[in-house]
């Protein structure tokens, strides 16, 4: 996973345990944001993801990765 935009992207992953994990990132500028989510070297449905980040409050960026089963059913 990846993001790129306007700040430095500091991204927060943790492992669910259960074939999932919780990616988490807080952008520091306002401006838009493209998020790289990938699964065995390839996007996943959807990605790259868009987030516009606009002026008046702190915004967490929070996606949430489904077990890899799902990524596969999909693709098949």
């Known amino acids: 996973m990846s993001?790129?935009?306007p700040s430095k992207a500091q991204l927060t992953c943790k492992d669910s345990g259960d074939g999932s994990c919780?990616?988490?990132?807080?952008p520091t500028e306002v401006g838009q944001y493209k998020i790289n989510?990938?699964?065995a070297e390839e996007h996943i449905p959807g990605s790259p993801f868009t987030a516009k980040i606009t002026p008046g409050g702190e915004i967490?960026?929070?996606i949430i990765i489904i077990a890899?089963?799902?990524f596969?059913?999909?693709s098949s």
């Open 60 to 62: 967490i960026i929070i």
């Open 68 to 70: 890899m089963t799902m």
């Open 22 to 26: 919780l990616a988490s990132y807080l």
């Open 37 to 39: 989510v990938k699964f």
């Open 3 to 5: 993001v790129e935009g």
């Open 72 to 74: 596969m059913v999909l």
